[in-house]
């Protein structure tokens, strides 16, 4: 069986744009894992850095109950330390959290 010139071309045409939507679709998959990717990573930062400010906080109650209990002020330690943190570590987490509420 014998191809005329414009089967041909027309093979080659169709070949040619079968590559170029199959390079478009691979690019749009990449790109939308890569995000996909990014916002999972993002909630793991917004859980983890949720984890820490409650560890903060519990350290906090432990040192306020230690005083309270002995009313000896080296039981503030772990509360003022924690104290320095809990405003920075809510503050990340609130960035964490709007860039997750933007996407």
């Known amino acids: 069986m014998k191809l005329g010139n414009r089967s041909i071309y027309f093979l ?3 070949s040619i744009i079968s590559v170029l939507a ?3 679709i691979t690019h749009y998959n990449t790109v939308e894992k890569r995000r996909s990717t990014e916002l999972v990573m993002r909630r793991y930062q917004a859980i ?3 984890e820490y400010l409650l ?3 519990k350290d906090m109650e ?3 109950r230690g005083y309270v209990v002995t009313k000896d002020s080296e039981f503030l ?3 003022n330390k924690a104290k320095d943190l ?3 570590q809510i503050d990340s987490l609130k960035n964490y959290l ?3 509420q933007s996407n």
């Open 55 to 57: 560890s903060l906080m």
């Open 86 to 88: 809990v405003d920075e």
């Open 77 to 79: 330690e772990p509360y």
């Open 22 to 24: 199959s390079a478009v």
């Open 12 to 14: 080659l045409i169709f």
């Open 62 to 64: 432990t040192g306020q």
């Open 98 to 100: 709007v860039v997750i």
């Open 48 to 50: 983890a850095a949720s």
